[in-house]
């Protein structure tokens, strides 16, 4: 028979017991119990057997060790104990039912937090986009961005400070332990404003670029390394800058403003927001294309938030039909917030 009046010594046995011999069905049932007064309503609420109920109930009450209910005629009766049990049982329940909310916008990828890794190229300008996309969908996610060089995410991958990895593989070839997903094709290419006299040639070669007037990164810059790694390779050699910017928006600026060249990626003019206000010109250069990439640790599955991510990149740099440049007067108005 449960103790009527439980010691300190009881008290303290309880304690060490609840966890261990609780069960969810029978606080389910007591729950129900409480609910509707009633055996009977509870077990048909429940698709019990009353039998089943009351096995429950008794059961209940030999772990917690007081009675809970006093049988009346027309139902039952919560005991004191049973009252002040009551709103802790239903707080186990409301958390629970949390819980199972909770696990299920993560695994849908409604929520949670996402380390994502990318290198302080001039813009890998797709992944802000696919970024933002991701959060008006998903409102409750969480991004943080880690910018560093290729080497040094692939040892944060590994470290698993960052879940995900967007990188260029022109320096790094990663190895076993890592998923490589291919989302596109990148390659340098030389920008120009709409109105600037080269824009409407149907031919260039690389001397007469060399000719014109640039702005480039300073030379201890990461994407300076890159292009000048780049053409180095093909004996290529590097334009004369007339000035020098570290920021992409300034550099973005004195192309549509200054009338200078300037290198940019080819992402930037297949998808990215602004292609149409400045223009590839029509030089290829005969420098490597790089994959651009998702690299993760093979060892873990991808979070949803991770694949979701992937999937927004994905989306977006699909093929896009082709745009014109914009006249330079449009582009002029819009760089100069009119």
């Known amino acids: 028979m449960p103790d009527k009046h439980p010691t300190a010594d009881s008290a303290s046995a309880l304690i060490q017991r609840l966890p261990r011999h609780l069960k969810m069905g029978e606080l389910r049932v007591f729950v129900a119990v409480m609910e509707h007064r009633s055996f009977r309503r509870a077990a048909t609420v429940l698709h019990l057997t009353q039998p089943a109920v009351t096995k429950a109930v008794a059961s209940l009450e030999q772990t917690l060790g007081v009675k809970l209910f006093d049988r009346l005629s027309h139902g039952v009766e919560p005991t004191v104990h049973a009252l002040n049990f009551a709103p802790r049982a239903c707080a186990i329940f409301d958390e629970l039912r949390r819980a199972a909310q909770e696990v299920t916008q993560v695994a849908q990828g409604a929520q949670g937090l996402l380390r994502v890794g990318t290198v302080p190229m001039p813009a890998i300008p797709f992944l802000p986009v696919a970024i933002g996309r991701l959060a008006d969908a998903h409102p409750a996610v969480q991004v943080t ?21 967007i990188l260029r593989l022109a320096l790094v070839d990663p190895a076993e332990d890592l998923r490589v997903e291919r989302l596109f094709d ?114 873990h599955e991808p979070s949803p938030l991770a694949q979701l991510l992937v999937q927004a990149i994905r989306a977006l740099t699909l093929p896009q039909p082709a745009r014109g440049a914009r006249s330079a007067a449009d582009a002029l108005s819009l760089a100069a917030g009119r």
């Open 145 to 165: 961005l880690i910018e560093q060089r290729e080497t040094e995410l692939l040892d944060r991958l590994r470290r698993r400070d960052i879940e995900l990895a």
């Open 186 to 299: 990148e390659k340098l290419c030389v920008v120009a404003s709409p109105s600037h006299p080269l824009a409407q040639r149907q031919d260039l070669s690389w001397p007469e670029l060399l000719q014109q007037r640039w702005v480039l990164p300073p030379a201890d810059c990461y994407f300076y390394e890159f292009v000048q790694r780049s053409l180095g390779r093909q004996d290529m050699a590097m334009p004369h800058h007339v000035v020098e910017a570290l920021s992409v928006q300034l550099q973005f600026n004195m192309v549509l403003h200054g009338g200078l060249l300037g290198f940019g990626m080819r992402s930037q003019f297949s998808f990215a927001p602004g292609r149409e206000y400045l223009v590839r010109l029509p030089y290829e250069l005969p420098v490597q294309g790089t994959m651009v990439a998702a690299v993760s640790l093979k060892s």
